[in-house]
């Protein structure tokens, strides 16, 4: 297939990002559950609720009622039904709660929220949910007794996680605990999407955890030079995003960036490009990849499977975490992890997008790109065009509404450096530099506790 030329960002490709985070925006007004705020993993029949999902969607609400795509009332609606459903819902070491010191299980019920398939207390899930309901929190930030209560119940939610606990007595955060064994035998360290994790959890008024937990983190950290870049690795490409939805990494570093001369957005643009040498490479001769045809991350795959093709033995597998350049790889390629990296590399991400939509315009249905898509997976069932993904997945629904945002306003970013909780917890894990050393902290003055949010700010 002919690769196309980059070009300039053009009003053609704001109508095609319009389209594009409109489209997606709508998995979260038509799958969740308005009663509870409950959001399906994804959007095959049956599917349970995942609760990072549910963090994105409040963050998306936000951005929606800036977009116009939601009217603030109904923002407001959405998310106080999801924020009171946490609130009530039973904190407890009962094997069928939706949660326990203050977390909450990685997967839930869409009817009642409770625990689905015996799944983990997820401290990264749970992360996530937190973030999108101090998105919420410090959105909704007017005197109408809607907007107090969504305040309210966030210092709630976001004070009784019980970080110390997760710690289950090492230097750094456990994965996860499960009633029937207790905690997981892994730990968040080396690099990973937890930064803000770390950053929550260092920042928290009730149980924060040490300065040293974040510091052992760093310490397990791996410094890689590949295709002609120097960066902090990681395979899949989601881990160099998945933090900075939330956070705006330019020009703030930490110990160990600060040591290497850059910050965790140069690392991610170097992380991107990292991608794109990859596909042109195409070490495992993979149909379809090239320079404006990438995207290898966590992501849906055709099956666990061996098939001969053209004389080679081809692996397959389901859904997984593949990465670049150690694989798994099996020749599937996520769409929303190239949109995830348009604040990165805008330049080299466009032109991918368009790509996306000339050559494989069936990849894109109802809510935008579907998970994945496999042009090298040829079966009885799948010829010619290869493989495509059956549905959505609320995982990658978020990532390109918040990072779509991020890229052609930076509206998100400017939010939450207004949250008190992530300056706090960055300053907390050393982090230094431009937007960080300006951000005032202010104290509630009757508790002493870090506020969720401050005062009313400029809106568009």
């Known amino acids: 297939m002919c690769e196309r030329s980059p070009m300039s960002h053009s009003a053609m490709h704001a109508g095609m990002l319009d389209k594009l985070q ?5 998995y979260f ?34 951005i929606g009622v800036e977009r116009g795509f939601i009217t603030r009332d109904e923002g407001i609606e959405r998310t106080l039904s999801t924020l009171r459903f946490f609130r009530d819902s039973e904190q407890s070491e009962d094997a069928d709660a939706t949660g326990y010191k203050g977390f909450y299980y990685h997967f839930l019920e869409m009817d009642t929220g409770r625990r689905a398939w015996k799944s983990e207390l997820s401290t990264i899930d749970t992360t996530f949910l937190l973030a999108g309901t101090l998105a919420s929190a410090t959105y909704f930030d007017g005197n109408a007794l809607e907007e107090e209560e969504i305040r309210s119940i966030a210092a709630e939610l976001y004070t009784r996680a019980d970080w ?6 090492g230097e750094t955060v456990s994965m996860g605990w499960k009633p029937e064994f207790g905690f997981l035998p892994y730990r968040w360290e080396g690099y990973n999407e937890a930064l803000i994790l770390y950053t929550l959890a260092l920042a928290s008024p009730t149980h924060p955890i040490p300065a040293t937990s974040y510091e052992a983190q760093t310490r397990t950290y791996c410094w890689n030079q590949l295709y002609g870049h120097e960066f902090l690795y990681a395979g899949p490409l989601f881990i160099h995003q998945l933090s900075h939805m939330w956070i705006d990494f330019r020009d703030i570093q930490d110990d160990f960036m600060r040591g290497k001369g850059i910050d965790y957005f140069e690392n991610s643009r170097r992380a991107t490009y990292l991608q794109q040498q990859y596909a042109i490479r195409n070490p495992l001769d993979y149909k379809g990849y090239g320079r404006y045809c990438w995207g290898i991350t966590a992501s849906d795959g055709p099956g666990s499977t061996c098939l001969k093709l053209g004389g080679v033995e081809r692996s397959f597998f389901d859904y997984v975490a593949r990465g670049v350049p150690d694989g798994p790889d099996d020749g599937t390629i996520a769409p929303w992890a190239a949109v995830a990296s348009l ?7 466009l032109p991918t997008l368009q790509h996306f939509n000339e050559v494989y315009p069936e990849v894109a249905s109802k809510f935008g790109f579907k998970c994945s898509f496999n042009p090298t997976f040829q079966s009885e069932n799948h010829k010619g065009g290869g493989w495509i993904s059956e549905g959505y ?5 978020g990532p390109i509404v918040m990072m779509i945002e991020n890229y052609r306003t930076g509206f998100l970013w400017r939010l939450m450096k207004r949250c008190p909780a992530i300056v706090e917890g960055l300053r907390k894990a050393g982090f230094q530099g431009g937007w960080c050393d300006r951000a005032p902290m202010q104290k509630d003055p009757d508790s002493g506790k870090v506020p969720l949010n401050r005062q009313s700010g400029p809106r568009r």
């Open 164 to 169: 110390q606990w997760a710690l289950n007595g």
């Open 29 to 62: 007004l038509t799958e969740s559950n308005r009663a509870n705020g409950m959001v399906p993993d994804n959007t095959r029949k049956g599917s349970h609720a995942s609760i990072a999902p549910i963090g994105f969607a409040l963050t998306a609400y936000t």
């Open 22 to 26: 409109r489209d997606t925006f709508q």
């Open 393 to 397: 997945y609320g995982l990658d629904q």
């Open 343 to 349: 604040p990165f590399a805008p330049e080299i991400v």
